[in-house]
T-cell receptor, first 112, second 114 residues
Framework: KQEVTQIPAALSVPEGENLVLNCSFT??????LQWFRQDPGKGLTSLLL?????REQTSGRLNASLDKSSGRSTLYIAASQPGDSATYLC???????????FGAGTQVVVTP | EAGVTQFPSHSVIEKGQTVTLRCDPI?????LYWYRRVMGKEIKFLLH????????ESGMPNNRFLAERTGGTYSTLKVQPAELEDSGVYFC????????????FGSGTRLTVV
């Protein structure tokens, strides 16, 4: 049974510092892995999707890595800004129909 | 392009009552998913429609939950009768292809059963 864990559960950093968010999963048989962002009262916004055959994806200040064999992914956010404050969720795609299994999320606060 | 719309945004009902949640996916998206997050837990899959057919309903907690997608357009999720443990946020998502790309979530319906 697939389990997805995110550490830490919460993180507070001063503006400008780099953020490192961790995600681990127990079953390496995944189709892809996504990182989402959720703002309070809003839906989830997809940030990056890494296919199972890829090692990393980059978008602007965001970089996500995937080590499928060890069941780990890391989301790096460079030079954090107060606008990066949100909950970040990791989700693995466990079948070919897009079924996602989520971690509990990491709540990030970036202080000015 | 309009996003995924869910309503109501909030619903407070008494235990034993019936509630119907609605999701309007992005036009042209054949794949529609329901997820929910109960207090303190992670978001969990409920079911997946492809057009009007249920592709996977393995996450539906019990037979008090009924999901429909008439004509392959909008979807409803009915809870009857509601129990206290049904409280949480119910999310709908849609996508054009079932690969994970282009997954778009709605803002969710916060359901409180008292």
């Amino acid at each position: 049974k697939q389990e997805v864990t995110q550490i830490p559960a919460a993180l507070s950093v001063p503006e400008g510092e780099n953020l490192v968010l961790n995600c681990s999963f127990t079953d390496s048989a995944i189709y892809n892995l996504q990182w989402f962002r959720q703002d309070p009262g809003k839906g989830l916004t997809s940030l990056l999707l890494i296919q199972s055959s890829q090692r990393e994806q980059t978008s602007g200040r965001l970089n996500a890595s995937l080590d499928k064999s060890s069941g780990r992914s890391t989301l790096y956010i460079a030079a954090s800004q107060p606008g990066d404050s949100a909950t970040y969720l990791c989700a693995v795609n466990v079948d070919s129909w897009g079924k996602l299994q989520f971690g509990a999320g990491t709540q990030v606060v970036v202080t000015p | 392009e309009a996003g995924v719309t869910q309503f109501p945004s909030h619903s407070v009902i008494e235990k034993g009552q019936t509630v119907t949640l609605r999701c309007d996916p992005i036009s042209g998206h054949d794949n529609l998913y329901w997820y929910r997050r109960v207090m303190g837990k992670e978001i969990k899959f409920l079911l997946h429609f492809v057009k009007e057919s249920k592709q996977d309903e393995s996450g539906m907690p019990n037979n008090r939950f009924l999901a429909e997608r008439t004509g392959g357009t909008y979807s409803t999720l009915k809870v009857q009768p509601a129990e206290l443990e049904d409280s949480g946020v119910y999310f709908c998502a849609s996508s054009q292809v079932p690969s994970g790309y282009g997954y778009t979530f709605g803002s969710g319906t916060r359901l409180t059963v008292v």
